[in-house]
């Protein structure tokens, strides 16, 4: 009875063995050098051991001990950071003027309607989009309510990105084109209760983040408004968010308790209250340097004077988009095209003008003080694609004078804080989420190496990039 007993107790706990050992799966890198995330110095000869879709162990070969059955990847002479966190996109906007006929009236060729539908029923373009850019996390601070749904889907998607949304956005403007009767964009704060019941019904709906697009800091009546929609924002424990681009729009968005300022302070440089305000708030500065100008250049493709250049070896571009974007001449006939406003686009130089010096400057400055400074594109603006963006942006925050290691925790950690995420990802630490990008080049001596791009990892699972957009 005893040998009975014996065997069966040793045949469960074999199948609890067995059954343990099936569900766990072990992915080890190797031999890379490692930045984390946290702005901690790089670590050579790094090991980093998933199991699952979570990190395990982060450190040298003699702090990590490799479990029996990992698949192990050789990484040696390639270069790590976390994934990087696209911390101003939308995914309602296609990066042409079809999504804001505001800009340019193209509804005779792509009616409006019909866009909108299609983005909120394709979002998977864009999700192979950004992770094949290097991007496991977007934070989509303005859009038709249908986003904020994205967070629950694109979470339970191994092929998606991590979603923030913050839905629709409160104006002092009465609407836009881009609004439809079942469904907006911009939602007119005009009086207390509308505020109020924005917050409560976006905040039940589970939005990250509650966007003011535009603040009349000049008019005391809707200023009464922003307040009292920041206050139900502090009450529902959701926060603010302004696009705000003068000095005295960002100052009464901060004086309200935004914790993310999407835009760059713009016409005059930034003061002291300014950054004290931004401090006391622990606010998050998204420079948003190149996406102006990106306009401009696609107001140059649709007149025919140069196309959009889409630098993009690893093809992450989705297909519509590439087709949206050669067509663009189409519209060389089109009557925004004064004769006025073509002088202007032959003037411009996308060499020398894709951002301003007192963008720059203000940028450093916020750098200098210690403000914590996000990176984020603006993607879905015409111009200024969906993934690819993130290079040119990262790389003219450089030319600001921050350090490429610097640039790393902006475009991970500061990222993922942003948008509540920080306990999740943003840096490679121990029980958060297999999040990170392998590289060719040291990305920790020039940003621009960031374009080496060989592998992406995002939930834990890991795929070359040149592969993405082939799944």
């Known amino acids: 009875m005893r040998l009975l007993n ?12 067995s059954c343990t050992k099936k569900d766990q799966s072990y992915t080890v890198i190797k031999g890379a050098t490692l930045y984390d995330g946290t702005g901690a110095d790089a670590m050579h000869n790094s090991v980093i051991i998933i199991r699952n879709d979570e990190i395990d162990c982060v450190g040298k070969a003699e702090d990590c001990s490799i479990p029996l059955g990992s698949k192990v990847i050789d990484a040696a002479g390639k270069y790590i950071t976390p994934g990087l966190v696209d911390a101003h996109m939308h995914f309602f906007q296609t ?11 193209l509804n005779e060729t792509y009616p409006f309607p019909e866009v909108a539908a299609y983005q909120q029923q394709n979002p998977q373009r864009y999700y192979e989009t950004y992770l094949c850019s290097g991007i496991t996390a977007v934070y989509d601070v303005g859009g038709m309510s249908w986003s904020v749904g994205l967070q629950e889907s694109a979470e339970k998607n191994p092929m998606a990105p991590h979603v923030a949304a913050a839905g629709p956005l409160l104006t002092p403007v009465p609407g836009a084109p881009f609004d439809l009767p079942s469904d907006r964009v911009l939602v007119q704060l005009d009086s207390e209760e509308t505020g109020k019941k ?70 005059t440089e930034i003061d002291e209250e300014f950054i004290e305000l931004a401090r006391e708030n622990g606010t998050f500065y998204n420079p948003t340097l190149i996406v102006s100008a990106g306009y401009m250049l696609a107001y140059r493709a649709a007149a025919d004077i140069e196309p959009i250049q889409i630098n993009d070896p690893n093809g992450c571009v989705d297909q519509r988009t590439r087709e949206l974007i050669q067509t663009a001449s189409q519209f060389k006939d089109h ?54 963006s993130i290079f040119d ?12 290691e610097d640039l790393i925790v902006m475009a991970t950690k500061n990222g993922a804080e942003s948008m509540r995420r920080l306990n999740d990802f943003g840096t490679l630490e121990r029980g958060k989420l297999g999040n990170l990008i392998m590289m060719d080049e040291d990305p920790g001596e020039n940003i621009s190496n960031m374009r080496s791009l060989t592998h992406v990892m995002s939930k834990g699972k890991l795929n070359e990039v040149e592969d993405i957009q082939k799944n």
């Open 6 to 17: 014996f065997l069966l107790l040793f045949g469960l706990l074999l199948i609890t063995f």
């Open 95 to 105: 990066g042409f003027f079809d999504s804001r006929p505001d800009a340019m009236n």
């Open 198 to 267: 924005m917050v409560q019904y976006m905040s039940a709906l589970g939005s990250t983040g509650i966007k003011f697009w535009g603040i009349s800091a000049d008019d005391p009546e809707y200023m009464t408004f922003v307040e009292a929609a920041a206050e139900e924002i502090r009450k529902q424990g959701n926060q603010m968010i302004a696009h705000a681009t003068t000095l005295e729009q960002a100052k009464a968005a901060l004086r309200n308790g935004t914790k993310l300022l999407v835009h760059s302070v713009s016409n």
């Open 335 to 388: 009557s925004r095209f004064t004769g006025e406003f073509k002088q202007r686009m032959r003037n411009f130089d996308p060499q020398t003008q894709m951002t301003t010096d007192l963008m720059l400057a203000n940028l450093k400055k916020l750098y200098d003080a210690g403000i914590p400074i996000v990176v984020g594109t603006d993607a879905g603006n015409p111009g200024t694609l969906h993934g690819i």
């Open 393 to 404: 942006e990262i790389e003219m925050m450089q030319q600001a004078g921050i350090s490429a």
